[in-house]
């Protein structure tokens, strides 16, 4: 796949406070894994072409999260010289406990890209799991491919001295550090809270209410609307949403979904991520019964807890939420589903505690405890890199991803630049046994995900840089299980797999 230049550009442009200093845009909407390893093979990509001269070959990348490990890795089989710095002394930290959450590759993509349960990226590669799960795939890749190639120093950056050339980035430590130019790929700070009302974070042990029978969830954005769903779905909302997105895959409301959020863009009111189009497509959209049957079994209590999205944005369906969960909340919203209801209004503090405020109704107290079991805030959270920013230049960071909005809907990655040719990828040489090596975890995540068993899996060299697809068997039984979800063919890193007709040959490492 070739990339248009323009949206590689526009990733280079929103990520851009200065010649030497870039931050992976923690503004840009559609935040996720996914979505941020592409940035960052893009934003490498230009950096390399743009800065990386004879002499100016030293970067130095901030946080070792998801996109700071995938752009340094991206500089890296490029051949430039990569210092990552990471204040944890626990590799991925705030998500190790996660097993509450689900990851899927693009599901929030959809219906704009069809959905895929595993990435397709030359490295770090991994299936639709259990948070912890797809981090452990992520670790035990760094640890074998990238861990000896890449400098690591657990330290906090404190502050970059920008008026030196090259730059001097200075710890918390005392010490320092010398680059070329540095890219802050540091994610989010703590979540916002509001008064007394002590939420666990998103990633945190307990997040969901799944006990309670009265809950309020307020936000309207994803963390919101997948948490006003969890209580109802648990984890499964992952699930759950692959499977109604791939049985519409054919049917009239794909089209008219992507009409709405199309015409919604319209609508966006400066300076937010919301839009003024109040949106009657979400208010009013059933899924047929064949379709709401697919996951019915999913449902985790019955009857189901009631739950009441408080929203300030111009409707519960906001404009900066994935479609699929728009249409998951709208099944749970309109017809005989209906387990959640909206009140459009906003938190407020009194001398009593907290109260509701609806913009059309009487304030009610809900804090200390009223009339739910409890209550979970999601207002997002401050970017981190904004510590290492003047106000100024977080400000403009902010009308970037504005501006250069599309740099979010990456499609894919530049395989030509990113190739696997002659069992290595790239000048840093990474061989190709890693890259069999996530394929079949990423493998293994996905059939442990919807419930089937492959076998007799076939990965030959020309699987990575040829035309021969990886081949799997599958139980006649759990092969209609992969077909119901639209499993396969499935494409996991350069490769597709598919389901064998014969029996295979032996490939790499059988």
């Not at 901030?62 to 700071?68: L, N, Q, T």
């Not at 949403?241 to 089209?255: S, Y």
């Not at 007799?456 to 299980?481: H, M, Q, W």
Request: proline share 7%.
């Amino acid at each position: 796949m070739q990339i248009p230049q323009s949206l590689s550009q526009h990733v280079y442009e929103a990520c851009k406070v200065a010649d030497t200093l870039f931050v992976l845009n923690p503004f840009l909407p559609q935040q996720n894994f996914y979505s941020q390893q592409l940035r960052a093979l893009a934003l490498a990509a230009e950096i390399t072409d743009r800065h990386m001269a004879p002499g100016r070959r030293k970067v130095c990348v901030v946080g070792a999260g998801v996109s700071g490990r995938m752009v340094a890795a991206a500089l890296c089989v490029q051949k430039v010289g990569v210092i990552l710095v990471d204040k944890s002394q626990i590799e991925f930290s705030n998500y190790l406990n996660a097993t509450h959450r689900e990851l899927h590759p693009n599901i929030i993509f959809w219906p704009f890209q069809r959905p895929k349960p595993a990435t397709d990226l030359p490295f770090l590669n991994w299936g639709q799991a259990s948070v912890p799960e797809v981090v452990e795939a992520l670790k035990s890749e760094w640890k074998e491919t990238f861990a000896r190639k890449i400098e690591t120093v657990p330290a906090e950056v404190i502050s970059i001295d920008r008026a030196v050339s090259p730059l001097q980035i200075n710890l918390d430590n005392g010490g320092s550090l010398s680059a070329d130019l540095c890219i802050l790929a540091t994610g989010f700070a703590a979540e916002v809270q509001f008064g007394d009302i002590k939420t666990p974070g998103y990633w945190s042990p307990g997040a969901i209410a799944d006990q309670e029978a009265q809950i309020m969830v307020s936000g309207s954005g994803d963390g919101g609307l997948i948490d006003a769903l969890s209580p109802i779905l648990g984890k499964d909302v992952t699930r759950a949403a692959h499977i109604v997105a791939t049985r519409l895959a054919d049917k009239p409301i794909v089209e008219d979904i992507r009409a709405v959020e199309s015409a919604r863009r319209n609508g966006v009111l400066a300076g937010s991520k919301d839009s003024s189009d109040p949106c009657h497509f979400y208010s009013t959209v059933t899924l047929e019964p064949e379709d709401a049957a697919a996951f019915a079994n999913m449902i985790k209590r019955k009857p189901a807890p009631h739950v009441t999205l408080l929203h300030e944005s111009t409707t519960a369906y906001s404009f900066a939420a994935a479609p699929i969960n728009k249409l998951l909340l709208a099944h749970f919203s309109n017809g005989t589903a209906r387990c959640v209801s909206h009140v459009k209004g906003k938190l407020s503090r009194s001398t009593n505690g907290t109260e509701m405020i609806p913009d059309d109704g009487t304030p009610e107290q809900i804090h200390p405890p009223g009339r739910f079991d409890r209550i979970v805030v999601r207002h997002g959270a401050v970017p981190a890199a904004l510590k290492l920013l003047t106000p100024e230049e977080g400000a403009h960071l902010k009308e970037l991803a504005g501006q250069f909005a599309d740099a979010a809907e990456l499609p894919g990655y530049d395989e030509k630049r990113y190739a696997w040719k002659d069992r290595k990828i790239g000048s840093a040489g990474i061989g190709m046994k890693p890259l069999a090596d996530s394929v079949r975890k990423a493998l293994d995540q996905v059939s442990r995900a919807y419930g089937f068993r492959v076998s007799n899996v076939e990965i030959r060299p020309e699987c990575f840089y040829g035309s021969a697809p990886i081949t799997v068997t599958l139980p006649v039984s759990d092969k209609e299980k992969a077909e119901q979800a639209g499993i396969f063919p499935l494409r996991i890193g350069p490769a597709t797999v598919d389901i064998a007709d014969v029996a295979p040959s032996r490939g790499i490492d059988d």
